[in-house]
């Protein structure tokens, strides 16, 4: 068993004890299987592409992109070669292009710093992402969870999660983020596996 796959059990572990209703979650759900995306850079484009977009559109939009700079491999090198219009074409909007040339950029220019974000703290992390236009928080958290592994990452502004808390705990609407915060504190370290259960929680 690999220290990342044993570190996962023993969160779902301490879930279990921490909070009954998350406890029948886990039951229903089953064991935790979180992947990570291993390329930042690819994981952000893949975020800005679906902002606002419903899943299949997004999937669509993120294959034309990587068939536009095949048969290079999607990148900062290869997106920035392509230009607004050749963005546009593939089904995304002018604001998003500019986004996704912003990245390229400041990805190339060393401005963003990619290859080190595993060393800098949480916050450290959306300090540096958020500098790229179209990148707010919420990104930032889910390349967090999803690409560096973080395990204690509370996406308080992702409407999958508060439409969870709020059907799992019986609120009557959304929660803010200081009810999120409270909530989840049982889940400490470890709310980024309780999170990736609230947005299995769905599926049930």
Known sequence: MTP??????QAVRHLRRADPVLKAVIRQVGPCQMRLRRDRFVT?????VGQQVYGH???SIFARLNEA???ARLSAESLSGLSIESLRSVGLSRQKAAYLHDLSAKTLSGEVRLNRL???PDEGVIAELTQVKGIGRW???MLLIFSLGRLDVLPCDDLGVRGALRNLYKLDELPNRKTCETLAQ???PYASI???YCWRSHDL
């Open 69 to 71: 700079v095949a048969p």
């Open 118 to 120: 595993g060393r800098l």
């Open 57 to 59: 559109a997004a999937r």
């Open 4 to 9: 990342r796959r044993e570190r996962i059990e």
């Open 44 to 48: 952000l484009v893949r975020s800005i």
């Open 186 to 188: 049982p889940w400490r």
């Open 139 to 141: 990104t930032a958290e």
């Open 194 to 196: 309780a999170s990736w």
